[in-house]
């Protein structure tokens, strides 16, 4: 157990990662995962919060089990916004900001399941949906360089707050001019089949709501872009590091849509395990945070080997530890991205080794009730777009660069904007 000082000032207490299993199982009664977000992300100014009850229900109840239903739409996105952020030059070498193509492909693939067909096609939009995200993080990162006791004071002239203001803004207004000439144009058709239009069905009034549906926008967005952006960064950058494996995953990917009649479905997603190993293996090595079940605790807490915590500490599980254990891993730091395809063949639970499942040797999804909502759209989301650009592109370091190592902001991984060649 560590005891920290944060940028901020605040305290958070790092418990090793064998308490997990016990602190999990508590009511939201004594640890509470909401305040220790809004707390650690400086919601009130940075606006990154956990999901409300209305986004939370619509991921359970509509867009988790409807992702068969969708899987079309996601991969005809992917398809698109691939062409269109990686160029494509059958002779020679094309130089790229790898980070802000991801970016912008998985702005534009989650936009049309968030806003729609037409809106996530629509620049202005895609623009500020991309800004939203990174200005939300970075306001984080700003205010915590101050004391939390001087962020009323400072929070209008942190350049970072008053970007993500403007994009705020911005938002609500494409929001609400979309929604007006969408009714106009499109009175009496059939809705479409996305998020607004789930939600608008069970809560009337949300549909011209726009400050409401731009705060949840806000919410997607940043849960949805940051994370997977910076998941999917990493794949590339090991994909450059570990040429070796292009071969067997671009067979793979090609048996598995062969096998499918060439249609991106659940069950082409379900064939690309090695695939699916090399995406963990990324997270495992590249995580996106040095530490998991952020709480705070409401209530003095006893565990079983008597350790005590007192009401009003800040905790957090270190998973760092977790994924370069030996007594888990066969040499740990080297990446090798067959490892959980192989671990998959050794076992019956096989969904133990799978990108998407949440454990106690993969946290970076969350733990427990609080894990990632929306896990198994992100995972078919960056797997679909993952396969789709190893078709088309072959990839490595420009002459003299490098893997870049992770960057850390706190205990949270920050942009890494790495130039690659494709």
Request: proline fraction near 4%; hydrophobic fraction near 40%; aromatic fraction near 10%.
């Amino acid at each position: 157990m560590l005891r920290v000082t944060t940028a901020d000032g605040g305290e958070l207490v790092v418990m090793n990662d064998r308490y997990l299993k016990e602190l999990k199982s508590l009511p939201d009664t004594m640890l509470s995962a909401e305040i220790a977000v809004n707390e650690n992300m400086v919601a009130k100014y940075s606006h990154i919060m956990t999901l409300n009850a209305i986004g939370l229900n619509t991921i359970r109840a509509d867009l988790t089990p409807g992702l068969p239903r969708l899987m079309p739409s996601i991969a005809s996105e992917a398809r698109y916004s691939v062409r269109k952020y990686f160029p494509l030059d059958a002779e020679d070498w094309v130089e790229i900001n790898a980070f802000q193509a991801i970016l912008n492909s998985v702005a534009q693939v989650s936009a049309r399941l968030f806003v729609g067909e037409d809106l996530c096609r629509d620049e202005e939009w895609l623009k500020v949906a991309a800004e939203t995200a990174m200005a939300a993080f970075n306001t984080t990162y700003a205010m915590k360089k101050w004391s939390k006791w001087l962020h009323p004071f400072v929070f209008r002239f942190v350049p970072e707050y008053q970007t993500l203001q403007k994009v705020r803004t911005k938002g609500e207004a494409i929001l609400k001019r979309h929604a007006a000439a969408s009714h106009k144009e499109k009175k009496g058709e059939e809705e479409e089949d996305y998020l607004m239009t789930w939600i608008s069905k069970k809560r009337p009034g949300f549909a011209t709501d726009f400050a409401a549906q731009a705060d949840l926008q806000l919410q997607f967005t940043v849960a949805a872009i940051h994370t997977t952006t910076m998941a999917m960064a990493h794949m590339l950058y090991d994909l450059a590091a570990h040429p070796e494996y292009t071969p067997i995953l671009r067979e793979e990917i090609k048996a598995s849509l062969e096998a499918t009649g060439g249609e991106y479905n659940r069950d082409c997603i379900a064939k690309m395990a090695k695939v699916d190993s090399f995406m963990k293996e990324s997270q495992r090595l590249h995580p996106p945070s040095l530490t998991t079940f952020m709480r705070a605790v409401i209530k003095d807490i006893t565990l079983s080997d008597g350790t005590t915590i007192p009401k009003g500490v800040m905790i957090a599980v270190d998973a760092s530890a977790r994924y370069r254990d030996p007594q888990t891993w066969e040499n740990p730091n080297q990446f090798d991205g067959l490892r959980f395809l192989r671990l998959r063949e050794q076992t019956q639970e096989k969904s133990n080794y799978q990108f998407v499942t949440s454990n106690t040797d993969n946290v970076a999804w969350g733990q427990g009730k609080h894990a990632c909502p929306g896990i198994f759209f992100a995972g078919n989301e960056i797997k679909t777009i993952f396969a789709m650009f190893l078709l088309e592109y072959d990839i490595s370091f420009p002459k003299g660069i490098q893997r870049p190592a992770d960057n850390f902001e706190g205990s949270f991984v920050s942009t890494l904007h790495t130039w690659l060649h494709i």
